[in-house]
């Protein structure tokens, strides 16, 4: 048989060094992501849209600034109300459950032992492994509210601030060269939403597996496809 080596003595360490570091991003990072991508998508979406209609400055600014801050509060609000409904629910979840345990136990305890047994756990090592949780009141209910993952702290409201401000610091990029009277204000506000999207993806890999050129392309070809939709879109109402 062939033996697996020993990991470095400084790796569990480093893995430490590593995940304390990205705990503070982690938490909200969905969140700010979508924000950020949603944010310069849609707004240069307008952009593109009226451009190829031929529309003034003044018009692109007016639309895409009204976008910015009403659909990224609409967005941010729908992110709290959906994060206080999950909250709600894993409560009713848990009351059902702590009278579960409460009332019948053994249907408590019958009920932990499937969801070891789909993580693999068989025989001796699942009637341990229920045995032993079963002895914690709250560790008990906490698995079969949560199952084997760890739980997840929601936070509404974090969430919804990090959605909002990141798709209005994206979101607003699209219009600086307008805004600043570019030369060129539509290729410009191209190249920048170009680089913005190329700048998600590549922050978006820091807490992930995949090379950053990859995150990167696939956010800049997904911001790509919506704007030459857009694009085309106002170009049938080019009078």
């Not at 790796?11 to 430490?16: K, Q, S």
């Not at 950020?36 to 849209?49: K, N, Q, Y």
């Not at 929601?154 to 979101?171: I, K, Q």
């Not at 204000?185 to 170009?194: D, E, I, K």
Request: with cysteine.
């Amino acid at each position: 048989m062939t033996e697996i080596p020993a990991p470095p003595p400084d790796l569990d360490a480093d893995l430490d060094t590593v995940l304390d570091t990205d705990h503070g991003a982690a938490p909200y990072l969905r969140e700010a992501v979508l924000g950020a991508i949603d944010g310069a998508v849609t707004t240069f979406a307008i952009v593109a849209g009226v451009a190829g209609a031929g529309l003034p400055i003044g018009v692109v600014l007016a639309l895409g600034t009204a976008n910015v801050v009403a659909d990224g509060f609409s967005m941010a609000a729908g992110i709290y109300a959906g994060g206080r409904a999950n909250m709600e629910d894993a409560a009713r979840r848990r009351a059902l459950f702590t009278t579960l345990v409460t009332r019948d136990p053994a249907a408590a305890r019958a009920r932990l032992a499937r969801l070891l047994a789909a993580r693999g756990l068989t025989g001796d090592a699942l009637m341990q492994a229920t045995e032993a949780i079963g002895q914690s009141r709250s560790a008990w209910i906490g698995f079969l509210v949560d199952g084997i993952d760890a739980p997840s702290v929601p936070a509404p409201a974090r969430d919804a601030v990090a959605t909002f401000l990141a798709f209005l610091c994206c979101g607003l990029l699209p219009l600086v060269p307008f805004a600043v009277g570019a030369p060129h204000p539509f290729a410009t506000s191209v190249l920048a939403t170009a680089v913005t999207f190329a700048g998600i993806g590549v922050l978006k890999s820091q807490w992930s597996l995949r090379r950053w050129w990859t995150s990167a392309a696939e956010t800049l070809l997904i911001g790509g496809a919506a704007a030459l939709i857009a694009y085309g879109v106002g170009r049938l109402f080019e009078g």
